[in-house]
């Protein structure tokens, strides 16, 4: 009666030891390792994202650079070129001075102005001396304070032969712009052609305080102050 409880017991170790070295079949055998180029963003460390995907807070940040300060353009004024002027040591670094300046003396302010100038200068072109001065008889009526249409007239004028109307136009000139160093030089020459030696070199004299460079001047006013003053200038 004793042996039944032992068998019992012996069958319940055998049981229990073939148990605990057999793995559970329901365990999930566990998933091989993706390398990291083939895990999705979501998994990778933020060391290794893409900035795109990085917060703005943890981007990194570039290296503060000193922003220089924008320098703003000089805008050369008839001052300026003047003073250039009075520097220059011959005609060639003269003359791209001289070529500033009477285009600042040119320009009107006015378009409509500008394209009559702009007209008057293609009939003139043309030899067609009717139509220029009556284009520009139209500036110094709308612009009678634009030096450069008396000066434009003037030249048309001594062309047609009337000195009287040049000289009136060009003494325009010089009152309403008396730096015009190429005016004063022709009003100059044509008080001298009519015998007003002193005032011709007084003018003459303003010409080249503006332009040293002034184009043969210098050497025809030492004639013509030996002739007014008696001496050499």
């Given amino acids: 009666m ?30 091989p390792a993706l390398p990291k180029s083939e895990l999705p963003q979501s998994e990778l460390p933020k060391s290794e994202l893409p900035k795109s ?38 005609r060639e ?43 520009l008889d139209s500036v110094t009526d709308i612009a009678p304070g634009y030096a450069e249409g008396w000066h434009a007239r003037a030249g048309l004028e ?25 005016a004063l030089s022709e009003l100059a020459g044509m008080l001298e052609d009519y015998g007003d030696k002193a005032g011709a070199l007084k003018l003459y004299r303003r010409a080249l305080a503006l332009d040293p460079q002034l184009d043969g001047i210098e050497r025809h006013m030492r004639g013509l102050a030996r002739e007014v003053e008696g001496q050499d200038i």
């Fill in 53 to 90: 995907e990085l917060p703005k807070s943890e981007l990194p940040k570039p290296d503060a650079q000193p922003q220089k300060p924008v320098q703003p353009k000089k805008v050369v004024s008839e001052e300026d070129l003047f003073a250039q002027l009075a520097k220059a040591q011959s």
């Fill in 93 to 135: 670094d003269a003359k791209p001075i001289e070529d500033k300046l009477l285009a600042m003396f040119r320009a009107s302010g006015s378009a409509s102005v500008d394209l009559l100038m702009n007209r008057a200068e293609v009939a003139a072109a043309a030899h067609d001396r009717k139509m220029a001065r009556k284009i």
């Fill in 2 to 31: 004793r042996a039944a409880p032992v068998l019992a017991i012996l069958i319940v170790a055998a049981w229990t030891a073939g148990s605990a070295g057999a793995a559970p079949a329901d365990k999930p055998a566990a998933k």
């Fill in 158 to 182: 001594t062309d047609s032969g009337d000195d009287t109307a040049a000289l009136v136009s060009l003494q325009k000139v010089v009152a309403l712009n008396p730096r015009q160093f190429n």
